[in-house]
């Protein structure tokens, strides 16, 4: 059932990614890729709203949280997860690890995309 939920909300999610970030091209007009970048702060700020109210205010169920977090943020974006984790991290006084994760996503990812695009090119 857990994983029903979460494929359902990553479906709801990515939609909504890809239509919010259509819209944000169209209103800005840019050639910076705005969409992803807002989609991104929409999803973290979104993320976090969520966690942080479910910790002290509103219980969530372990199926409405997987829906709601793992789910369509998920498929909004996974960089909410990544900002999610690092800001525990660093709440928890973990900051060499805090670190790691901050940069090492950001370089293995451009390394990694590099690479695939390399290696397909």
């Known amino acids: 059932m857990n994983l029903l939920v979460i494929a359902i909300g990553g479906a709801l999610g990515s939609v ?5 970030s259509l819209w944000v091209l169209r209103v800005s007009g840019t ?3 705005i969409g992803t970048f807002a989609v991104n702060v929409v999803g973290c700020a979104v993320f976090g709203a969520i966690a942080g109210a479910a910790e002290q205010r509103v219980p969530l169920s372990p199926d409405l949280r997987a829906f709601l977090l793992i789910g369509v943020l998920g498929g909004f974006t996974t960089f909410s997860s990544y900002a999610f984790e690092s800001f525990s991290l660093l709440r928890d006084g973990q900051f060499l690890g805090a670190a790691f994760n901050l940069a090492g996503q950001v370089v293995a990812g451009v390394a990694g995309l590099w690479a695939g695009y390399v290696i397909t090119n």
Do not use: I, V, W
């Not at 909504?16 to 919010?20: G, H, I, Q, T, V």
């Open 16 to 20: 909504a990614r890809y239509l919010f």
């Open 31 to 33: 050639l910076f890729p």
